[in-house]
């Protein structure tokens, strides 16, 4: 209990008192609640003392019959409730135990959550205030803003709901509803894992065709950066253009390599991916395109940390981007869309294709979050359309065999079973890999092998 002022007149000891403090001429209500075990201190408005007790037991009794219906007890603005999540957000995301989405949060409170709601009681806030903030934040951004973007600051305003629920600010009941009115995202055209074998075949070929040796270089490397892409599930762009041989390292486990790539920038700042395993072909391939390396087997090569940029042409030149050449390639196979819609591929369609392949195989989007450098809550928003595909069996009415582990059933998907038709497609390369890359086909061979369960 705090200490009692000079002057304190006692209504219910503990519970109730009135406080006239030093250069105030008005009584202070203090009164304990029984649901937040706090204090909640009101000004009686008034100098004289009966007065000023009538109030108070009438106060007490008004917020006893508030916390029988569930009712706040308390009372905040919603920028000193906002603030104070921000404060956990970034606490959090200086210790390292945020997730990469925590900076979106922050970013919303401090652009549109604060600037427009700010001035709220946080039990307040009404439909009409609902409603108004929409407009509002179309203001702010001079535009209207996508599905995914509203998306995030929902996230991020039931954290701050939540928190004053938990805090006794507001009650569960009256938390307020948001609609989600956002755009939705610009929809990007999808492979299937048999047209993007077609596409890359069709580039292979089209890599030949030009009269122009230039020309043939940036076609015969965007066919390696497709693949790339598509094994990776790397952002291209920003992520792959500053990408050097000393950023890959093969790293020994129990049972095999495993390439890992260190992508020096992005949208997400710098991060660690896992590739595929059939990426070894790709990087054989990018390996011999630079004529320095040609004497270098593939492990010398990312062992030397060398400082040479991964993605050049023959003559050593890069490519400073690969958009308009992908663009005209996708125009001249026929491929711009897939003639089911209008949605039309480019250079991300790579990307949507490898997080398909992905989730289609059972990883959860927990497990892709890091790879992906993208939140779980954000791919769960934009991949949930698959999860009938995953079940499809299932749902048509067959049965799983008993014998098939889920495990088993994972490795032996035909889009992994396949994966080597993809890469045999851009690179020519074929398994057998021992004229390749002896140890990467046996660690390949062992790793398949391996997840076939024993009878």
């Given at each position: 209990m705090l200490p009692k002022a000079h002057n304190t007149v006692v209504l219910k000891e503990g519970v109730l008192h009135l406080v006239l403090r030093d250069g105030t001429a008005n009584w202070q209500i203090n009164y304990k609640s029984e649901s937040t075990k706090k204090w909640i201190r009101k000004s009686s408005g008034t100098a004289d003392i009966k007065e000023a007790k009538l109030l108070a037991e009438d106060f007490a009794a008004d917020v006893r019959s508030a916390e029988r219906r569930g009712m706040p007890v308390l009372t905040k603005k919603f920028k000193a409730i906002a603030e104070l999540v921000r404060k956990d957000l970034e606490q959090k995301i200086a210790d390292g135990k945020a997730k990469r989405i925590y900076k979106d949060y922050v970013q919303a409170i401090d652009k549109y959550l604060i600037p427009i709601l700010g001035s709220y009681n946080i039990d307040g806030i009404t439909p009409q205030v609902v409603f108004e903030f929409e407009a509002k934040r179309i203001q702010i951004a001079g535009r209207k803003l996508k599905h995914s973007t509203h998306h995030t600051h929902e996230l991020a305003l039931n954290r701050i709901f939540e928190f004053a629920v938990e805090k006794g600010?507001?009650?569960?009941?009256?938390?307020?509803?948001?609609?989600?009115?956002?755009?939705?995202?610009?929809?990007?055209?999808?492979?299937?894992?048999?047209?993007?074998?077609?596409?890359?075949?069709?580039?292979?070929?089209?890599?030949?065709?030009?009269?122009?040796?230039?020309?043939?270089?940036?076609?015969?490397?965007?066919?390696?950066?497709?693949?790339?892409?598509?094994?990776?599930?790397?952002?291209?762009?920003?992520?792959?253009?500053?990408?050097?041989?000393?950023?890959?390292?093969?790293?020994?486990?129990?049972?095999?390599?495993?390439?890992?790539?260190?992508?020096?920038?992005?949208?997400?700042?710098?991060?660690?991916?896992?590739?595929?395993?059939?990426?070894?072909?790709?990087?054989?391939?990018?390996?011999?395109?630079?004529?320095?390396?040609?004497?270098?087997?593939?492990?010398?090569?990312?062992?030397?940390?060398?400082?040479?940029?991964?993605?050049?042409?023959r003559d050593g030149d890069r490519p400073y981007s690969f958009v308009s050449v992908f663009a005209k390639g996708i125009r001249k196979a026929k491929m711009l869309t897939n003639g089911r819609d209008k949605h039309q591929r480019s250079l991300y369609s790579l990307r949507h294709y490898y997080a398909t392949q992905r989730i289609l195989e059972g990883y959860t989007y927990e497990e892709l979050e890091s790879q992906m450098g993208t939140s779980a809550e954000m791919m769960r928003d934009h991949y949930n359309h698959l999860k009938p595909l995953m079940i499809a069996e299932k749902l048509a009415g067959g049965v799983v065999q008993p014998d098939l582990d889920a495990e088993y059933i994972k490795y032996m998907d035909p889009s992994r079973a396949n994966m080597m038709s993809l890469i045999a497609a851009g690179t020519g390369i074929y398994l057998p890999l021992p004229e390749q890359n002896i140890d990467a086909m046996r660690e390949l061979e062992e790793e398949l092998l391996s997840n076939i369960p024993k009878k």
């Amino acid at each position: 209990m705090l200490p009692k002022a000079h002057n304190t007149v006692v209504l219910k000891e503990g519970v109730l008192h009135l406080v006239l403090r030093d250069g105030t001429a008005n009584w202070q209500i203090n009164y304990k609640s029984e649901s937040t075990k706090k204090w909640i201190r009101k000004s009686s408005g008034t100098a004289d003392i009966k007065e000023a007790k009538l109030l108070a037991e009438d106060f007490a009794a008004d917020v006893r019959s508030a916390e029988r219906r569930g009712m706040p007890v308390l009372t905040k603005k919603f920028k000193a409730i906002a603030e104070l999540v921000r404060k956990d957000l970034e606490q959090k995301i200086a210790d390292g135990k945020a997730k990469r989405i925590y900076k979106d949060y922050v970013q919303a409170i401090d652009k549109y959550l604060i600037p427009i709601l700010g001035s709220y009681n946080i039990d307040g806030i009404t439909p009409q205030v609902v409603f108004e903030f929409e407009a509002k934040r179309i203001q702010i951004a001079g535009r209207k803003l996508k599905h995914s973007t509203h998306h995030t600051h929902e996230l991020a305003l039931n954290r701050i709901f939540e928190f004053a629920v938990e805090k006794g600010y507001l009650s569960k009941k009256d938390k307020p509803k948001f609609k989600n009115t956002g755009e939705s995202g610009e929809a990007r055209g999808f492979f299937t894992h048999e047209e993007l074998i077609s596409f890359v075949e069709f580039l292979t070929k089209w890599s030949k065709e030009s009269f122009y040796e230039k020309t043939r270089a940036l076609r015969e490397l965007l066919v390696l950066y497709v693949l790339f892409v598509a094994n990776t599930g790397a952002r291209p762009g920003t992520e792959l253009r500053e990408l050097k041989w000393r950023h890959i390292e093969f790293v020994k486990t129990n049972n095999m390599r495993v390439i890992h790539i260190h992508l020096p920038q992005g949208k997400v700042g710098a991060r660690t991916l896992i590739a595929r395993n059939e990426l070894w072909p790709v990087l054989e391939r990018l390996r011999e395109l630079q004529s320095e390396f040609r004497d270098l087997t593939l492990d010398q090569l990312v062992e030397s940390k060398n400082d040479a940029y991964v993605f050049r042409m023959r003559d050593g030149d890069r490519p400073y981007s690969f958009v308009s050449v992908f663009a005209k390639g996708i125009r001249k196979a026929k491929m711009l869309t897939n003639g089911r819609d209008k949605h039309q591929r480019s250079l991300y369609s790579l990307r949507h294709y490898y997080a398909t392949q992905r989730i289609l195989e059972g990883y959860t989007y927990e497990e892709l979050e890091s790879q992906m450098g993208t939140s779980a809550e954000m791919m769960r928003d934009h991949y949930n359309h698959l999860k009938p595909l995953m079940i499809a069996e299932k749902l048509a009415g067959g049965v799983v065999q008993p014998d098939l582990d889920a495990e088993y059933i994972k490795y032996m998907d035909p889009s992994r079973a396949n994966m080597m038709s993809l890469i045999a497609a851009g690179t020519g390369i074929y398994l057998p890999l021992p004229e390749q890359n002896i140890d990467a086909m046996r660690e390949l061979e062992e790793e398949l092998l391996s997840n076939i369960p024993k009878k």
